[in-house]
């Protein structure tokens, strides 16, 4: 029988031991997951979180709204697991990929949008404010958190600290990662300038992207704990204070926690895409739940709007031909 609730899609954030072996991380005293069987557990379970009947039974409508550069309305939802019901996931028996038990796991309250897209290309002067599945592709799947970066105007930057996607190209053409096409999987700190004189966030997480079939993609983010033992760390581990060009990266960060599932799809007899991408966060320091809470669900509707209007600047022959 299915569990409940992933125990990887989880706001509390994987420990440094719970990840694959990389020859960045140090070493680790118990057994590490498998690239293949971690990667392929992370897209399952973020698939399965926004799949069709997971979403409509779990997310709620909120309200619709509209952004400039978006021709799509979108709509708001949220779902919000109380913490009685994360005390009850296991995290390791029964699951796929084991991890440790996050020391304090409270309650998740998710944000979502919904919006459906022409597709035509984001240049199209007769119907603006769209975009093609090629250039969702490219904007989304490829070089998820570097464009990301590319097009959020709060997000100072997004910084690689390791990937597996040489092992993971070798197990993909071995066909080790099932289904999943163009599987990636990376370490990022994502850091975003906050309003007023709060100080910036930054946030460790692990992506992982891939498609699901042609006419669908997905994109994984969980929060992962760096520590002081990962040497690459930047602004987690103080390096960005010393070491950085501008006085923005510079500035000391509150290190906060995120997790996202995107989920793009594409009906070809209709033309149409749809876009679903729920989140959970904390900012930590001095930012109350209660702001951030309110805060969330306009900043993400935002984010179609700065995403479209990214995205048809960027040249037709610079987005690859995707299959």
Not at 52 to 66: A, E, G, I, L
Not at 98 to 121: F, T
Not at 179 to 198: D, Q, S, V
Not at 287 to 309: A, H, R
């Amino acid at each position: 029988m299915a569990l409940k609730y992933s125990n990887l899609v989880r706001l509390a954030p994987l420990q440094v031991g719970d990840l694959p072996a990389h020859p960045i991380l140090p070493l680790s005293e118990g057994p590490r997951p498998e690239v293949a069987v971690f990667l392929r557990s992370l897209l399952d379970d973020g698939c399965a979180f926004l799949s069709p009947s997971s979403f409509s039974r779990n997310f709620s409508h909120v309200s619709t709204k509209s952004v400039a550069d978006s021709a799509a309305p979108i709509e708001v939802l949220t779902y919000s697991i109380p913490s009685s019901e994360i005390a009850k996931i296991s995290w390791s028996e029964g699951q796929a990929v084991a991890r440790s038990k996050p020391r304090a796991a409270g309650v998740e309250n998710w944000i979502a949008r919904k919006s459906l897209h022409q597709d035509i290309s984001g240049r199209s002067a007769e119907k603006p404010g769209h975009a093609s599945w090629r250039e969702f592709v490219f904007g989304l799947r490829d070089e998820h958190s570097v464009h990301e970066s590319n097009f959020t105007p709060s997000l100072y930057d997004a910084r690689h600290i390791l990937d597996w996607n040489d092992e993971i190209k070798a197990l993909s053409t071995r066909g080790e990662i099932g289904t999943y096409k163009e599987p990636t999987m990376a370490i990022y700190e994502m850091c975003h300038i906050l309003p007023g004189p709060l100080s910036p966030r930054c946030f460790p997480v692990i992506v992982a992207t891939a498609s699901v079939d042609d006419n669908c993609f997905v994109a994984v983010t969980i929060p992962v704990n760096l520590g002081s033992g990962v040497d690459e760390a930047y602004y987690t581990a103080n390096q960005n204070v010393k070491d950085s060009a501008t006085s923005q990266e510079r500035k000391q960060v509150v290190v906060g926690v995120y997790a996202a599932v995107e989920l793009v799809s594409r009906n070809p007899k209709k033309s149409e895409i749809e876009w679903i991408m729920a989140t959970a966060s904390d900012a930590k320091g001095n930012l109350p739940s209660w702001i951030q809470k309110f805060g969330v669900p306009g900043q993400i509707v935002k984010d179609v709007g700065y995403f479209l209007k990214w995205i048809r600047t960027i040249a037709e022959e610079d987005i690859p031909m995707h299959v």
